[in-house]
C-alpha cells in the first residue's frame, strides 16, 4: 500500500513540475496532515480549468460528496483552499482521489466516484486542498487576470510601492501600472508627485528609495482609486476617513482592500479596527499587513518578515503574491483582527520603551517593558476580541514588531527625547519628524477612552499610565512606579 502510495506522489509531483511551475510556490506552502489514524495521507489530484465544464463538474461533484461522506475532518481544511486560477487565467477546479495508508486504496476510491483523471493536468497536494473550495471556483472566477494596484504613499507607502511595483512587473496577474495617490505637498518649490514621477524617489518622507518607473504618483486620489481591484492603505490612521469619503461610491465593484495602517479609531461604539473603518466607510473587504518593518530597513532590503491577516485564506495567498519578496517574507493568518490589534498596541508599547530609554534604565528594564506590555496586549486583545489566536502573537505582527518598535521606532525616539526636553509630544513630534505622524500617543489615548468606559484602567496599569504621562497628568519618572507596582508582581 505504502509503495502505491509513494509511487502516486512522485508521479504525481513531477506531473506537476512539468505542467505549471507557477503552481510550486502554493504546493510547497501546504502543511502536510497525517491521515484520520495517523498515517500519511497522499493525494492524487487532477484539475480541470472550466473550458472543459462539463467533465469538471461531474468529477468535482463526485470527489466533493464522496470526499465529505469520507471523513467530515478534513471539512475544516477544506475550507481554507486557496482557489487558484489556472495557468491561462481561467478557473480551476480539483477532483481529489486520495488514497492513505492503512485506509483505502485508489482502487477503492475509484469505484466510488473519485475518478482519477490521468490525460489532466495532474498534481500532488497534501489533503486539504479539496472539496468546498471546488464549488467556489466553479462558481465564480476566482482570480481576475489582470489585478490592478492602488497604494497610497508615505513613508512606509514608499517602500511597499517599491516592493508592490517590482513585483507585478513579473506577475501576470497584474497590471503592471501602480498608481499611487500622494498628498500633494512643495518640496524645494516643485511638487512632490513631479518629483517622484521625475527622479522615481520620494526624496521627502524616503530619500534612496528608487521606485520602479511603473509606480505612477498621483495627488488626484479618486483617479488613483477608481480602476483598482486591490486598495493598499499605507497612511498614518489620523486620516483613513478623510481619504475613504474622498473615494466613497467611486470604487469598482468587487474591489478588496489592505490596510498597513498601525492604528484604532474611536467611534459611538467604542473603539474599531481600522480595516473595519475601510469596510464600513467603503463598502469593501479589507485584509491588513502588520509587522515588525521600519521602513528605511526594509527600503535597504535588509531582510524581515510581515504577516498579513485576511480571513479568506485564497485572498490573503494572492496578496501574498503583491508583497512578498526574498527578503520581505510574510506568512498568511486568518486571525486578521489579532494581527491588526497587534501592531496597533504595540505602539503603545513603544513609547513605554521611550520613557525607560530616556530615564536611562537600560536595557533589562526595557525588556520588563516589552514583557509587561506584552502581557496587556494578550489581554486588551482578548477583552476586546474573544476569538484571538495566542499563536498569533508569535508571528511579526505580534513580537517581532513589538520588539522593533521599542528598539528604533519613532515612537520610542519621540518619547526618549520627551523625558528631559520639557517639551510636549505634538512639539516634538513636529520638531522631530518632518511631517511623518506618531501612532502611539493617540492610540494610548483611545485605548484609554475605552478603559474607562468599561472601568478596566486597573487592569492595564501599563497602557493608563503611559497615556497619563503623554497627556501631561504623571512625570516620566512616575512610570517607573507604575513598572514596580504591577499586578503582574503581587
Ligand atoms: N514608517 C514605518 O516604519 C512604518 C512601518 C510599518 C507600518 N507603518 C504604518 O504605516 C502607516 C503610515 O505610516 P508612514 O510612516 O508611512 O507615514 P508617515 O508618518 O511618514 O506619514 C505622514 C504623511 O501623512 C501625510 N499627510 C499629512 N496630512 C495629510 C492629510 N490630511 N491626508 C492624507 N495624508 C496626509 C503627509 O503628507 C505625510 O506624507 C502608519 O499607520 C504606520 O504605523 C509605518
Ligand atoms: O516608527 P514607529 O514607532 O511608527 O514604528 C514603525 C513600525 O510600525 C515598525 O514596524
Known sequence: MSEQCTKLIKNATSEWRRSDVRYLSHVQQLPKIGGADGSDVCYNVSCVSQGRSEQCKKLTKNATSEWRRSDVRYLSHVQQLPKIGGADGSDVCYNVSCVSQGRHSVAEYQHKGCVIAKRLRIM???????????????????????????????????????????????????????????????????????????????????????????????PDIIDCAKDADILVFVIPHQF???????????????????????????????????????????????????????????????????????????????????????????????????VELCGALKNIVAVGAGFVEGLKYGDNTKAAVIRLGLMEMVKFIEEFYQKSKIDTFLESCGIADLVTTCYSGRNMKVARAFVHSGKTIQDLEAEM??????????????????????????????????????????????????????????
Not at 273 to 290: D, P, Q, R, W, Y
Not at 451 to 478: S, Y
Open 124 to 218: 500532488w497536494l497534501p489533503f486539504f486542498m479539496i472539496a468546498e473550495g471546488i464549488n467556489s471556483v466553479l462558481n465564480k472566477r476566482c482570480i481576475v487576470t489582470s489585478l490592478q494596484i492602488s497604494p497610497h504613499l508615505f513613508k512606509l507607502g514608499s517602500v511597499i510601492a517599491k516592493i508592490v511595483g517590482n513585483n507585478v512587473l513579473h506577475n501576470d496577474k497584474f497590471v503592471k501600472e501602480v498608481p499611487m495617490y500622494v498628498y500633494e505637498e512643495m518640496v524645494d518649490g516643485q511638487k512632490l508627485t513631479e518629483i517622484i514621477n521625475t527622479k522615481h524617489e520620494n526624496i521627502k518622507y524616503l530619500p534612496g528609495c528608487i521606485l520602479p518607473d511603473n509606480v505612477v504618483a498621483n
Open 240 to 338: 483613513v476617513k478623510g481619504i475613504c469619503k474622498s473615494i466613497k461610491g467611486k470604487l469598482k465593484p468587487g474591489a478588496f482592500g489592505i490596510s498597513l495602517i498601525k492604528g484604532l479609531d474611536i467611534s459611538e461604539n467604542g473603539l474599531e479596527l481600522i480595516s473595519h473603518v475601510i469596510t464600513k466607510e467603503l463598502g469593501i473587504n479589507c485584509a491588513v499587513l502588520m509587522g515588525a518593518n521600519i521602513a528605511p530597513e526594509v527600503a535597504k532590503e535588509n531582510y524581515c518578515e510581515a504577516t498579513i491577516g485576511c480571513k479568506e485564506k485564497s485572498m490573503g495567498l494572492l496578496l501574498k503574491e503583491i508583497f512578498q519578496t526574498p527578503y520581505f517574507r510574510i506568512v498568511v493568518v486568518e486571525d486578521d483582527e489579532t
Open 433 to 490: 519628524l518632518n511631517g511623518q505622524k506618531l501612532q502611539g500617543p493617540p492610540t494610548a489615548a483611545e485605548v484609554n477612552t475605552m478603559l474607562k468606559q468599561k472601568n478596566l484602567e486597573d487592569r492595564f496599569p501599563l497602557f493608563t499610565a503611559i497615556h497619563r504621562v503623554c497627556i501631561g497628568e504623571l512625570k516620566p519618572e512616575d512610570f517607573m512606579e507604575c513598572l514596580k507596582n504591577h499586578p503582574e508582581h503581587l
